[in-house]
């Protein structure tokens, strides 16, 4: 605030005055009094005011005298200008307007006492007699809007009454500030509050006397904590805060928390480090006074136009209970997350991005800190990181290196590549001409080359990292050179074909041998390079087949339109049995064949002919409508089913059961694509005995159906609002990220350690259509998912899972937001997770309330603070989790 008073010193054009004429810019002296001209409003076309000596004989011989102005004095009023030589005044009324190179003073009246070496700027009253126009003055992004203002010119000095200023987050209003000289301001009775209102603000901090130098620091005695004009016991005898517009390091104030296993504990304390305008460091801890603790760092960077990502490195200690007690546990946990992502414009050729997110399965279940509700459901943790380059040769080749991590949380099986090898050369034509269309079966050959090398590794948590991870590794290396061609077949028909060769290499295969000591059969590893070749043949031909129903112009449904793509493929492989081995199975000379290759990342080569014969066919369906709408003159288009496939195949060289199970799915869209309805089946036309074992007989010959449901499943998503038409943007964007669903059926994942966010995922902006009768418009959202699968491999025709999941999200006010997440299990008969949330907006200030009141892992938690973050230490946060037994 005080910094823009440091502006009016562009009134000291005025300093001379007393030994001045004024001038318009044509030269000629202007009159002591004159009207406005209210035509003229533009702040470019504005009268300007000149300065000439008094005495034009005398001349100026210091060629070094720094002007007085630099650069021109526009002004503007709309009831008149003033000029007042025997009081030395100067008088602009009703919105006037002075401007002077990047700086603007407005006012309802502006006063220049040029005998005094002072300038007034005030507000005016109307025709009611209230006070209206105050001055604002501006300068760049620095605006001050006080009731008053009196600045001496020669001494640099000036009083404010009632400025009001925004610094940062700050809105600060003080009853009367005083400008020392450049770089030193006092302030007495100065409020501070973040709210929007500083007229009337909901909360304010209010301190007696404060010093403000710019750019520096701010000191200031008693601060008072004010809530609705009430003084409040919050309180500070005095205090000091460094001023900047840049990051600054500072100390993070912890929170206070109990629980009856772990004792007493201070959370979410540390240290914010502001390395430097590209990168930033936060180092957080709990600790509990049983001797449980947790460390967190937290690291955002970005580079503009080239990258930008977020490290955080959680690593937790938590004891249960005490030493000596049955119910004492102890576990260590970490998590470690990451995301980096380039700018496609640094380099378009190269690319490089990771998502991160591994560490100990248990760390979501036992978290302290972190109530990652969400994430405590979900089994999967995955991680990638890949650079990939493309060469712009010809052809063209791409290259790429990624790393990858699949951890299974329940199981704890941990897979990983490190790294995935991949490179890719460009499709290309041998017979094809450089220019002109590929037509025929001898033009359209092609043939492309793909290497793909792994280093792979399966291991479980106790193992991760340790030398047995490495000491199981696998290494392999896959070359494929597809060769194909496709051409017409009769006009209609689209007709492909293709021979496929693949050479596979191995650093490690197995000898496999009967073990009498053991009387097992063991694998033994055989260090060194290995290599099996493979190659098939394969050939389809499919077209497309077009059908319209129509039903007259005059119906509600005037047509429904068929599309089937029917295909038939073929394949062959042959046996590549000279890569097999016998071993003795039992000791006593049954031999039974194996190939060294067992194992291997990229398979082994098979030992029986593969002679397939496929079919499918794929249908959508949609439909013409007449509009609702009388002023369309065409009809609407609707689908009615997105895909409708079936599969099956038959195997020419099976002696028995040569027919494969039909699969059918499907897939629709209702209610403007709001509802996602998917559905599939498995239907066997072989028979079963009583043993449950498929037979070699046809199930209708068996007294059966002409097929057998072995297996059916559907699932159905709606997401909709009370904003019809409009996308849900709630994304559980912290959830996604731990692995979980980016919506909230499985509850809004609530970070502990910031409290400044709102749970319900609100990006803050108002509606602004909302009806002053709320009830009018009433926001909310809605999730549904429901899941249905049937099982009937062995005649058990059962349901063997079918849940319902349900998320809403209302505002019962403009102020008051409610959620809820459950579902219900109609198999297991019980209610799945289930979270309460509650929120009031208190304008600057945000009360909450979590609830999840049974299952595993219930608990609670209370909320109230500031949002804004300069204040975000000023809070109450309690929680409570029932007490639970490590996993």
Do not use: C
């Amino acid at each position: 605030m005080q910094r823009n008073l440091i502006y009016i010193v562009f009134l000291t054009i005025f300093l001379t005055l007393g030994n001045a004429k004024i001038y318009s810019q044509d030269g000629n002296q202007k009159n002591k009094s004159f009207p406005s001209n209210n035509q003229d409003t533009k702040p470019e076309n504005l009268e300007k005011i000149q300065i000439k000596p008094s005495d034009s004989s005398v001349a100026d011989t210091s060629k070094n005298k720094k002007p007085l102005l630099e650069s021109k004095i526009r002004r503007k009023a709309v009831d008149y200008e003033k000029f007042d030589q025997k009081k030395k005044l100067i008088t602009l009324y009703n919105k006037a307007e002075v401007y002077y190179q990047d700086i603007e003073l407005k006012s309802g009246i502006i006063v220049i006492d040029y005998n005094k070496n002072e300038v007034y700027a005030g507000r005016i009253k109307d025709s009611l007699g209230n006070l209206t126009q105050r001055p604002v003055f501006k300068q760049g992004n620095s605006v001050i809007e006080p009731d008053s203002i009196r600045f001496n010119y020669k001494t640099k000095k000036a009083l404010v009454w009632n400025s009001r200023t925004n610094q940062g987050e700050f809105n600060v209003i003080a009853e009367k500030t005083k400008r020392e000289n450049d770089s030193v301001y006092f302030m007495k009775s100065a409020r501070f509050t973040t709210a929007k209102d500083i007229d009337n603000p909901e909360y304010y901090f209010l301190a007696n006397k404060v010093k403000f130098v710019p750019g520096k620091k701010v000191v200031v005695g008693f601060t008072n904590m004010y809530i609705a004009d009430v003084p409040t016991p919050i309180a500070l005898p005095f205090a000091f805060f460094p001023m900047t517009e840049k990051s600054r390091s500072g100390i993070i104030i912890p929170s206070y928390n109990d629980s009856n296993t772990r004792g007493f504990s201070l959370q979410n304390g540390g240290y914010y480090f502001a390395l430097s305008d590209n990168y930033d460091l936060a180092v957080l801890g709990d600790y509990y006074t049983n001797g449980s603790y947790a460390m967190r760092f937290e690291s955002s960077y970005a580079k503009k136009y080239k990258f930008s990502g977020n490290v955080n490195i959680r690593i937790e200690n938590i004891i249960e209970s005490e030493r000596g007690y049955p119910d004492y546990s102890r576990s260590n946990n970490y998590n470690i997350q990451w995301t980096h992502a380039k700018d496609a414009k640094s380099n378009p050729n190269s690319r490089f991005s990771a998502s991160v997110n591994l560490g100990t399965s248990k760390y979501f279940i036992n978290s302290l800190n972190q109530s990652n509700v969400g994430s405590r459901l979900n089994n999967q943790l995955q991680s990638s990181i890949s650079y990939s380059k493309t060469f712009n040769s010809v052809p063209q080749v791409n290259f790429s290196l990624t790393a990858s991590h699949q951890q299974n949380t329940n199981t704890e099986k941990i897979s990983m590549t490190l790294p995935t090898l991949q490179v890719n050369v460009d499709r290309m034509y041998p017979f094809a001409p450089k220019d002109g269309t590929k037509k025929g079966i001898l033009k359209n050959i092609n043939l492309q080359y793909t290497l793909r090398g792994e280093n792979r590794m399966e291991t479980t948590d106790s193992l991760f990292f340790k030398p047995q991870m490495f000491r199981d590794a696998k290494v392999g290396f896959q070359h494929s050179i597809p060769l194909s061609t496709n051409f017409k077949v009769f006009k209609y028909f689209s007709a492909t074909s293709s021979i496929n060769y693949n050479e596979v290499w191995y650093l490690k295969t197995i000898r496999r041998q009967f073990d009498p000591t053991t009387n097992a059969v063991v694998d033994t590893n055989v260090q060194g390079f290995d290599a099996f070749r493979t190659y098939s043949f394969s050939t389809g031909l499919g077209t497309t087949v077009y059908g319209t129903f129509n039903f007259g112009e005059t119906k509600k449904i005037q047509a429904i339109r068929h599309v089937m793509r029917p295909n038939v493929s073929y394949s062959y492989t042959p046996s590549f049995s000279k890569y097999y081995d016998t071993y003795n199975s039992n000791g006593s000379g049954t031999m039974v064949e194996y190939t060294r290759f067992d194992n291997g990342i990229f398979g082994s080569p098979g030992k029986n002919m593969s002679n397939i014969l496929g079919f499918s066919l794929s249908n959508t369906f949609e439909a013409k409508i007449t509009d609702k709408d009388s002023t369309k003159t065409e009809p609407k288009k609707i689908m009615l089913l997105n895909n409708l496939n079936l599969s099956t195949y038959y195997d020419i060289t099976a002696d028995s059961l040569k027919w494969a199970p039909l699969r059918v799915s499907g897939g629709t869209q209702f209610f403007n694509q709001k509802m996602n309805v998917n559905f599939g089946a498995t239907l066997d036309p072989y028979a079963i005995n009583n043993s449950g074992h498929k037979i070699n007989t046809w199930n209708i010959d068996n007294g059966g159906s002409l097929f057998r449901m072995t297996s059916a499943n559907m699932t159905l998503n709606y997401a909709f609002s009370s904003k019809d038409g409009e996308a849900l943007d709630k994304k559980n964007k912290q959830g996604e990220r731990n692995g979980g669903r980016e919506d909230d059926l499985f509850g809004s994942n609530t970070d502990l350690s910031d409290r400044r966010q709102s749970q319900f995922k609100d990006d803050g902006k108002e509606d602004e259509t909302t009806s002053e009768f709320f009830k009018y418009k009433l926001p909310w959202d809605m999730n549904l998912a429901y899941s249905l699968t049937y099982s009937n491999n062995n005649r058990e025709k059962k349901i063997s899972g079918n849940s319902l999941m349900v998320s809403m999200n209302t505002d019962l006010t403009p102020k008051w937001k409610i959620g809820v997440s459950t579902g219900y299990d109609f198999v297991q008969d019980g209610v799945t997770f289930t979270q309460l949330r509650f929120e009031r907006d208190l304008l600057s200030w945000r009360m909450d309330f979590n609830w999840v009141p049974f299952g595993d892992n219930p608990y609670w938690g209370f909320f109230i603070g500031i949002k804004a973050g300069v204040l975000s230490d000023i809070k109450w946060d309690k929680r409570n989790q029932a007490d639970r037994t490590l996993r």
